[in-house]
């Protein structure tokens, strides 16, 4: 009896399991225009806070909603849950019709299948391929498949230098090569005060870092097919100069192994460090009440002699459309209106981005000498993250593993070759698939 | 009668209805008509519950179990029916010790162990300490209660970001008492990083836990009559004794349910290490809950997360039901 | 001595020390609960002093006594995130959950301490065994469920607060069972048959008798429901949006990509729990009273 009632009881659970899972899943419909005249978007946190925010794409979205009588239900959601939202959302087909993805997850989201793909004919619907940067369509999707998303709003990484501690050691200008940075460092790096900031707890940015000295040894992380390469001599090489900042140069305070909250942003606003690699800091500074004559922005170093010219990432937000959209003439429309030349230019303005629009890049605005060197960097020397589908995986077990070498450095353990490959061994089996 | 109150034994063992022909009262109860009541009554009484706990917790779970044995990576998110079984694939990966994923599991097995024997026991030590301390009426009590809960009271994330911050090597408070103020060590410590991690993790948890003790045995303590201690104090024993013989054993029914869940709950806490840590814990403070995040959210591959769960859930089954046992020695009967 | 000075709260418990307590004790307890009020504050005390601080001392070295204090912080976290609204969404929540979560809890328990029945030890050890599964692992199923169930029925439970308090409700219930099965098995159970016995219905009895003799246990259970409901932040994050989000969740909003508002993380987090410090002082006074009515046997 006990076990008849048990039984029957597990019997029911594994029917509403079975209902629950049964139609469960975003099918793979592909869009319909039954709600024509409304569209759910959440936006990415650029501004500084989700009410500046808000107050900032309201009137946008009314704009829009005048043209063409959508009306656009916004919703900013804050960058700590953005990606696991997306992830609710892939999994049970309720999600938003239009939203901004990080664009290093593009290739992962690519994979499920649950982003419009943006072909020939999408593209034509928002002027054409031909409007955007090609470094960044490029970090929109795996190479070779139609991208997954439409640049929205580019950056890049900058050599942020602090005029004052500069003139003080007496160097004249920003370093153009690692040795000069490594030079200028050391006549820096005395009596409390380091030459750069490093952001050790941060994964991401460990990543970014690495993927650039990475590009510049030649090493990219990931084969033709998609199999990780963490272990190659490049890769190997990149992440212990990386860490040899601190482990050998003695440029890089020991405390910054175990930065994770831009605390390397807060050194460098007080004068504690002289240089950091950061991507759009201006408003940071300025929060930090550093004042805007203090700093200078420059491209970051390059391997003297002949190496790879990549000197940062191509980072980003992207926009895209969920497939099973109700109102996908409408999506399309509201991305047409995001990516015009227009939008670009006031919201790109507005947050202190790059736009990945060419007609809007022109803009005098853009030209200023921080954002001339995001810019430039953007459109000659920038390379999108390894578009893989396990990209965060990458993320994850390389950052960790840099953020372990940290820790090593910063607790005085030797950083040998063999100390770094071990680690990248690891994250590199740790890979699944 | 009251000195039923304070034996649970001797409670227990009426409360199944098994206990007739003791008292008067007690012998009418069979006759009224409600013997059919009876039967339905308790089930109906237990309805809300079951039902609520089959939709929020079982099924879920069940979901979480055949996940398990299918490959549900980002390929697949989007139409879970479309996922391949592949049988104990994932088990395999999460139990093959000799490579870098089923070591990495145990490992962090063997961290959180560690961990929650630390924090679980002295969560509870300071919870009974601070219930006992306070149980008598004296000045400043009531102030000293409503402390002790404030960190119960304060957010997760704002709690730990705080102690983050208080442990950052630089700036952090811990490092300018321990090494700028009373000079103890030579160099400032790391304790977000490294082999310190484990003891942040510690205290941070303890922190958080221990107040959630204290409420429990406090309201515990009130159940203990007077007359005991009362009792007790005319047979000559002191209050160290009376505590030791009287408030502690009392407090074993309390105990043993508090001392269970707090094991599972920071077995499996998740909250703690991630805002203190992010995404990637050091080793030393590698929880297995990180571990189960990293291996399902981060890498989009819900397939081995689940299989890693289901392992943790046997083990949790097997200490739970080893624990029920061991405690529950003389207290059976009750139950069917 | 000691049970002279009393709190208001205390005195109603007719609690009097049966014999002085010696002076070993009398230390102990200073130093003990000192120690213990330092551990618990000092955290504390980094909130209070850093939430007064512009935000360029704040990220700079520690210092007990801040050099500059501003009361800015104060006024500016209401504009950098609408904390009002998250936290009415949380009370609203949280309330609810508890509500709903003790009651069915005191029904359950009420079955299982008081009446034997087949599957007794089915519930129980089933309802426990909901505790040992990592919690982010419900997170996708039962998503999926409440988006199911939205296309089904039309109840629209993800998103929605009473999604949330579901799920906060069922999140408290199995250790609010466990718990207050205990505190009810302690209660003796002459009381509530001789309630039967005066023509009380068991739910009368459970509710006249045995619910007012377990008022300390049930206050205890009814904080836990409150705050496990308060404090999650990961169902939080993934179940509300921009109109239903809790505070839990809310506060991360202070931390953008590029700066931390470390002031006003902490500003606003002392803002939010006073109200429930102060909730917690107002209910110590039914932890102790529930001894009174317990005592009445």
């Keep these: 009896m006990r076990h008849l009632r048990a039984a029957s009881a597990i019997t029911l659970a594994i029917a509403i399991t079975v209902a629950a899972t049964g139609c469960g899943g975003g099918t793979g419909d592909t869009g319909s225009n039954e709600s024509p005249k409304t569209l759910t978007y959440w936006a990415s946190n650029q501004g500084p806070s989700i009410e500046a925010d808000k107050e900032i794409l309201t009137p946008e979205l009314k704009k829009f909603e005048k043209e063409t009588g959508i009306k656009v239900k916004l919703e900013v959601v804050p960058w700590a849950d953005l990606l696991n939202r ?86 004249d200008g920003p370093p153009a090569t690692w040795d000069d940075l490594v030079a200028t460092g050391k006549k820096i790096s005395k009596g409390g005060k380091w030459g750069l900031g490093a952001e050790g707890g941060n994964l991401s940015n460990n990543i970014h870092q690495t993927f650039v000295l990475g590009q510049q040894h030649g090493a990219d992380f990931f084969d033709k097919d998609g199999k990780a390469t963490f272990t190659s ?126 007609e809007a890049q022109a803009d005098a605005a853009f030209g200023a000498p921080d954002l001339k060197v995001l810019r430039d960097t953007l459109s000659t020397s920038a390379a999108p993250l390894p578009q893989v589908p396990n990209e965060s995986q990458f993320e994850t077990a390389v950052g960790t593993a840099v953020k372990e070498l940290w820790a090593d450095a910063a607790a005085g353990r030797p950083v040998t070759e063999a100390s770094v490959k071990a680690r990248l061994e690891k994250a590199q089996q740790s890979m699944q698939q | 009668m009251t000195a039923t109150v304070t034996n649970p034994e001797v409670d227990k063992s009426a409360t199944g209805g098994t206990s007739r022909g003791t008292g008067g009262a007690r012998r009418r109860l069979p006759r009224i008509p409600d013997r059919i009541r009876q039967g339905g009554l308790p089930y109906l009484l237990l309805l809300p519950a079951v039902l609520l706990e089959l939709l929020i917790h079982i099924v879920p779970m069940v979901i979480g179990i055949v996940m398990s044995f299918r490959q549900l990576t980002q390929f697949f998110i989007n139409n879970w029916g479309a996922a391949p079984w592949i049988g104990l694939d994932n088990y395999r990966i999460a139990v093959d010790f000799d490579a870098p994923i089923g070591e990495a599991l145990l490992h962090s097995f063997f961290v959180t162990c560690v961990f929650t024997f630390f924090s679980v026991g002295l969560a509870w030590l300071l919870g009974t300490a601070a219930a006992i301390l306070l149980q008598e009426s004296f000045r400043g009590r009531g102030i000293l209660r409503a402390i002790f809960l404030v960190p119960y009271a304060l957010p997760v994330y704002a709690a730990v970001i705080t102690w983050a911050f208080m442990f950052q090597r630089d700036n952090g408070l811990i490092n300018h008492v321990l090494h700028d103020q009373l000079g103890i060590t030579d160099e400032p410590s790391f304790w977000l990083i490294g082999d310190n991690s484990i003891y942040t993790l510690i205290i941070v948890s303890v922190w958080k836990g221990w107040p959630f003790a204290f409420l429990m045995l406090m309201a515990g303590l009130q159940n203990i009559p007077r007359e005991l201690y009362e009792a007790a104090s005319i ?57 189960i995040y990293q291996s399902s959210f981060v890498t989009w591959n819900f397939g081995t997360g689940s299989a890693m769960s289901v392992l943790l859930l046997l083990f949790l089954l097997l200490v739970t039901a080893v624990y029920l046992i061991l405690t529950s020695r003389g207290r059976k009967g009750a139950d069917v | 001595m000691s049970s002279l000075t009393r709190t208001p709260g205390a005195s109603r418990s007719r609690r009097r020390s049966p014999m002085a307590a010696p002076q070993s004790f009398l230390w102990t307890r200073r130093i003990v609960l000192t120690l213990l009020a330092g551990f ?83 519930f129980t050890v089933t309802v426990l065994s909901t505790q040992m599964f990592p919690g982010i692992l419900f997170l996708l199923p039962l998503f999926l469920i409440f988006v199911n169930i939205g296309s089904s029925t039309g109840v629209a439970l993800y998103g929605s607060r009473g999604g949330l308090i579901l799920t906060y409700l069922t999140f408290s219930l199995p250790f609010s069972i466990w718990m207050l099965i205990g505190y009810f098995d302690s209660i003796p159970k002459d009381l509530d048959e001789a309630a039967l016995v005066d023509g009380c219905g068991p739910v009368g009895a459970l509710f006249r008798v045995v619910v007012p003799a377990a008022v300390p246990g049930i206050v205890a259970v009814s904080v836990y429901s409150f705050m496990t409901a308060w404090g999650e932040v990961l169902f939080a994050s993934v179940m509300t949006n921009d109109a239903t989000r809790t505070l839990s969740v809310g506060l991360q909003g202070y931390a953008t990509q590029n700066d931390v508002y470390w002031n006003q993380v902490m500003a606003a987090s002392l803002v939010v729990s006073v109200p429930i410090v102060a909730g917690f002082l107002l209910l110590q006074r039914y932890l102790v009273a529930g001894l009174t009515a317990g005592a009445v046997k």
């Excluded at chain 1, 054409?128 to 139609?146: I, M, Q, T």
């Excluded at chain 3, 005390?45 to 360029?56: C, G």
Aim: proline fraction near 6%.
């Design chain 3, 40 to 122: 618990v504050l000092l955290p504390v005390y980094v909130m209070v002093s850093s939430s007064l601080k512009p935000l360029q001392d704040v990220s700079g070295k520690f210092q007990w006594i801040p050099s500059t204090l501003t009361v800015q912080p104060y006024f500016d976290i209401w504009e950098t995130v609408p904390l009002a609204k998250y936290f009415v969404n949380s009370l609203i929540v949280a309330g609810s959950a508890t509500v709903l979560s003790v009651t069915i809890a005191v029904f359950s328990a009420y079955a299982v301490s008081r009446y034997k029945f087949r599957g007794k030890r089915v």
């Design chain 1, 86 to 171: 997306i992830l609710a959302a892939t999994a049970s087909g309720q999600g938003p019709d239009v939203l901004n993805i990080g664009n290093t997850w593009s290739a992962s989201l690519q994979a499920t299948g649950a982003l419009l793909p943006w072909d020939e004919k999408n593209f034509e619907a928002i002027g054409g391929r031909d409007r955007f940067v090609d470094s960044a369509v490029a970090s929109a999707g795996k190479e070779g498949e139609p991208p997954a998303a439409v640049p929205l709003y580019s950056l890049a990484y900058a050599l942020y230098y602090n005029k004052k501690m500069f003139a003080e050691a007496g160097v």
């Design chain 2, 235 to 291: 047979d000559g024993a002191g209050i160290w004794q009376q505590i030791r013989k009287i408030t502690l054993p009392s407090l074993r029914p309390v105990n043993q349910v508090l001392v269970l869940v707090l094991f599972l709950w920071t077995f499996n806490d998740f909250n703690t290490p991630y805002v203190l840590f992010g995404k990637s814990a050091p080793e030393s403070a590698d929880l297995i809950s990180i571990h």
């Design chain 1, 233 to 358: 001599d490049g890769a190997v090489a990149a992440v212990k100069q990386y860490i040899d900042f601190m482990a050998k140069d003695k440029i890089i305070a020991p405390g910054n192994a175990e930065y994770a909250q831009n605390q390397s942003l807060t050194d460098f606003a007080k004068g504690k460090t002289a240089m950091v690699l950061w991507q759009a800091a201006a408003s940071t500074f300025a929060a930090q009440g550093m004042k805007p004559e203090d700093w200078g922005a420059a491209p970051v170093p390059v391997p003297s002699g002949t190496g790879k010219q990549v000197n940062s990432m191509v980072a980003g937000i992207n926009i895209a459309v969920f497939k099973n959209t109700k109102n996908i003439d409408g999506a399309k429309k509201f991305v047409k209106f995001m990516t015009s030349d227009e939008e670009q230019k006031h919201l790109n303005k507005t947050y202190g981005s790059i736009p990945p629009v060419k």
